[in-house]
C-alpha cells in the first residue's frame, strides 16, 4: 500500500472518530474495539490496512484519545461525560462502576496516568453523588 493510500485510509478512520460528539465517547468507542486478549478488532480498517497495521492505528488512537482526556481540566471532564451520559443513557449496557471505567484506560498508560483518570472520575461519581449532576449508579466503585 502506498503512503498516500494509507494516508487516505487513515483520514478515514480519524473522521470516523470525529462523528462521536464527545470525546469520553471515542474512549469509549475505541476501548469497546479490544478484546479480552487486549488486541483490536475492527474489521473494516483491518481489511483496509491489513491486521498489523490496523492494530498499531487502533492502539495509536486509544492512547491519544485518552492523554487528550487526561489534558482537560477537571469542569471540562465532567461537561464531556454528562454530555456523553445524555446520549448514552439509553445505550448502556453495563452500570458505571470503577471497573467499567478501568476497562477504558489503554495497555500502554502508565501508572501516574491511570490515577489521574480514576481519580478523576471518581471525584466526579462523588458531585453527582451529592445530587450535582447525572445518576450514576455506583455499583463495583
Given at each position: 500500500m502506498t503512503p498516500q493510500r494509507?494516508?487516505?485510509?487513515?483520514h478515514s478512520w480519524n473522521r470516523r472518530l470525529l462523528e462521536i460528539p464527545t470525546l469520553f465517547g471515542r474512549l469509549?468507542?475505541?476501548?469497546?474495539?479490544?478484546?479480552?486478549?487486549?488486541?483490536?478488532?475492527?474489521?473494516?480498517l483491518s481489511t483496509m490496512l491489513g491486521p498489523n497495521e490496523a492494530q498499531r492505528v487502533l492502539s495509536q488512537a486509544h492512547r491519544e484519545i485518552f492523554s487528550e482526556w487526561l489534558a482537560l481540566g477537571l469542569a471540562?471532564?465532567?461537561?464531556?461525560?454528562?454530555t456523553y451520559l445524555a446520549a448514552a443513557a439509553q445505550?448502556?449496557?453495563?452500570?458505571?462502576?470503577?471497573?467499567?471505567?478501568?476497562?477504558?484506560?489503554?495497555?500502554?498508560a502508565r501508572a501516574p496516568e491511570q490515577q489521574l483518570y480514576l481519580a478523576d472520575l471518581e471525584a466526579l461519581l462523588e458531585r453527582w453523588r451529592d445530587g450535582s449532576g447525572p445518576a450514576v449508579s455506583r455499583q463495583g466503585a
Open positions: 494509507a494516508s487516505t485510509k487513515n469509549v468507542f475505541v476501548s469497546s474495539l479490544r478484546d479480552s486478549a487486549g488486541l483490536y478488532q475492527e474489521i473494516a471540562a471532564k465532567k461537561s464531556d461525560l454528562e445505550d448502556l449496557r453495563a452500570p458505571l462502576s470503577a471497573q467499567w471505567f478501568q476497562q477504558l484506560i489503554p495497555l500502554s
